[in-house]
């Protein structure tokens, strides 16, 4: 079982930047597809991102097309999420799951999750 940690939430002001990073002590990480995902309160949770396992496919919903960056280094097992731009719309609770390289944003194609960070987007 993929155990995944996310990391980097924290209270920013609108217009700043965060990066998020999702890890795991498990190797393995490198055969998966790995997706971003958030949830407000009182909505449902979100796909915004994805990257295939080696990390030449990248994947966008149009709310966080040109604002977010995805990335991997398979040597850290570690996956980011560089957010620019944040707005106060983006807060909520960011989560990061693991599947296949096709599981883009559907969160039922995910096999893995972690507990999430929260990401507060306030002045």
């Known amino acids: 079982q993929l155990q995944l940690v996310e990391s980097g939430g924290d209270l920013v002001q609108p217009g700043g930047s965060l990066r998020l990073s999702c890890r795991t002590s498990?190797?393995?990480?490198?055969?998966?597809?790995i997706g971003w995902f958030r949830q407000a309160p009182g909505k449902e949770r979100e796909g915004l991102s994805s990257?295939?396992?080696?990390?030449?496919?990248?994947y966008y919903v149009d709310s966080v097309k040109g604002r977010f960056t995805i990335s991997r280094d398979n040597a850290e097992n570690t996956v980011y999420l560089q957010m620019n731009r944040l707005q106060p719309e983006d807060t909520a609770v960011y989560y990061c799951?693991?599947?296949?390289?096709?599981?883009?944003?559907?969160?039922?194609?995910?096999?893995?999750w972690g507990q999430g960070t929260q990401v507060t987007v306030s002045s």
């Open positions: 498990d190797s393995a990480m490198r055969y998966y597809g």
């Open positions: 990257i295939s396992s080696n990390g030449r496919g990248t």
């Open positions: 799951a693991a599947g296949g390289d096709l599981s883009f944003f559907n969160p039922a194609a995910y096999d893995y």
